[in-house]
């Protein structure tokens, strides 16, 4: 399906905090660059009939001020919109409500940088202290390979096949080095390593069928 070092060592995660709505939040960014002009990488981010081919499907009204549903995931309304630059929504999972923003940064020779802050106010209620930022870091790894297969082939990903993939040997082999990767992003933050490891071995765990995985 893809080569699983090439695309980790592509991405790069950080984690971080910010004073954002309500209060200090904590923040989840991931990016990748895309050999795509960056019209090309929005209209796969916002275009509802492209977004599936990669992602899921999704409905609503998708403009600012609209709101999406991404089928079997999180809804959410539209916040800011300025493109072909970027957005920022609400993510709505159950009784949980977070925030994304991306950024599309264009780079020489036609490529794009593709960014996305996910953002929680988090307390002892929520699935940071047991998994750290892998909760929702290992599905945003998951998601923007997805959106690199598609990117660089034009074709829609297959996600029944997909789904398969990721409990292959080679699936778990990718959720174990993107936790890792949100693992070393964790203790650069100044988390505790111990603490960091606890959480990014739970993160392991649920993604890998040991237990049910979190929600991104």
Request: proline fraction near 6%.
């Given at each position: 399906?893809?080569?699983?070092t090439?695309?980790i060592?592509?991405?790069r ?16 960014t ?5 050999d795509?002009d960056?019209e090309?990488?929005?209209d796969?981010c916002?275009?509802a009939?492209?977004?599936p ?6 409905s609503?009204d998708?403009?600012l001020?609209g ?5 079997g ?5 539209i916040?800011r919109?300025d493109p ?8 709505e999972?159950e ?6 923003e991306?950024?599309l940064?264009?780079e020489a020779?036609g ?9 929680a106010?988090?307390?002892?209620d ?5 998994y750290g930022?892998?909760?929702v870091?290992?599905g945003?790894d998951?998601?923007?390979?997805g959106?690199?297969?598609?990117l660089s082939?034009?074709r829609?990903v297959?996600?029944?096949?997909a789904?398969a993939w990721?409990m292959?040997d080679?699936?778990k ?6 936790s890792?990767g949100?693992?070393e992003?964790?203790?650069a933050s100044?988390?505790d ?5 606890a ?8 993604y890998?069928g040991?237990e ?5």
């Open positions: 399906m893809i080569d699983v090439q695309q060592n592509a991405v995660r950080q984690v971080g905090k910010r004073v954002f709505k309500a209060g200090e939040a904590r923040v989840v991931i990016s990748q660059t895309y795509s960056i090309d990488v929005w796969a916002t275009n009939e492209r977004i081919r990669w992602l899921m499907p999704v609503g998708l403009r001020g709101q999406y549903q991404l089928h995931n999180a809804h959410g309304t916040e919109c072909p630059k970027g957005f920022a929504a609400t993510w999972f009784q949980s409500v977070t925030w994304i991306l950024r940064t264009p020779e490529r794009t940088r593709f960014e996305v802050d996910h953002i106010h988090v307390d002892d929520t699935k940071w202290p047991e930022p892998g909760a870091g290992v945003w998951l998601m923007v390979m959106l690199y297969l598609h082939s034009g829609p297959d996600h029944q096949a789904e990721v292959s080679e699936g082999r990718f959720v174990e080095l993107s890792e949100w693992y992003a964790n203790v100044g988390e390593p111990a603490t960091a490891r959480a990014a071995d739970a993160t392991t765990a649920a890998t040991a049910a995985p979190p929600e991104a």
